[in-house]
């Protein structure tokens, strides 16, 4: 990769944890009237879209970091793809955290380098466990966001769109990287990601 990219991707970066996001299709739900909820749903609401934008930052740097070592300009451009759909669910997130009068994590531009690191690794090892990496890192937020539709309040209907969008396009990104020929995972990486997962999920939601 050219000093030029790095300086690109160094960038994104910055933007990624310190910038507002912007998107390019409409926020999912945007037409939808607020719903009446208590303070305990609104909380719990922000609570679970804080854990989501938190996670797209994740997904940021560990697309970037893949970025950084992929040897495959077919891979990169897949990864960048991806990349691309989730600035606009950064977007997509940021909109409804401040509807619901909340914060960002705090802990996001630690996250952010931990996962970015992942990244890295993931790329070094190879393009084939770099696709791998990515397909298991979209199936695990596709089964988060599946409990979140299950968690939300029933009636908050603009932050169920954006969760909904956000799972339609992981599925999309996960299915790309198993055609381009992502290796399945080994048992104990799988596991090892799923309980840093849980980890990231349950401080987030409140820091």
């Known amino acids: 990769m050219s000093f030029d990219n790095v300086i690109f991707e160094f960038d994104r970066a910055l933007r990624t944890v310190f910038a507002n996001s912007r998107s390019q299709r409409p926020v999912p739900g945007n037409d939808v009237p607020e719903a009446v ?90 393009d084939k466990w770099n696709l791998g990496f990515l397909a298991e890192t979209e199936r695990q937020v596709e089964a988060h966001l599946d409990s979140h539709l299950v968690s939300l309040p029933e009636q908050d209907l603009r932050s169920r769109h954006i969760v909904d969008q956000m799972r339609l396009d992981e599925i999309s990104h996960a299915e790309t990287a198993v055609r381009l020929g992502a290796a399945e995972l080994p048992p104990i990486a799988v596991k090892a990601m799923k309980l840093s997962a849980r980890l990231m999920t349950e401080t987030t939601y409140r820091i």
């Open 37 to 126: 909820m208590s303070a305990e749903e609104k909380a719990h609401a922000c609570g679970l879209m804080r854990v989501n934008h938190c996670g797209e930052i994740c997904a940021q740097a560990l697309y970037q970091g893949q970025v950084l070592t992929s040897r495959d300009a077919a891979v990169r451009d897949a990864l960048r793809g991806a990349a691309d759909e989730e600035t606009e669910h950064l977007a997509w997130t940021e909109q409804r955290i401040a509807e619901l009068n909340g914060r960002k994590s705090l802990l996001n531009p630690f996250l952010y380098l931990g996962a970015l690191t992942l990244g890295v690794v993931a790329g070094v090892l190879g």
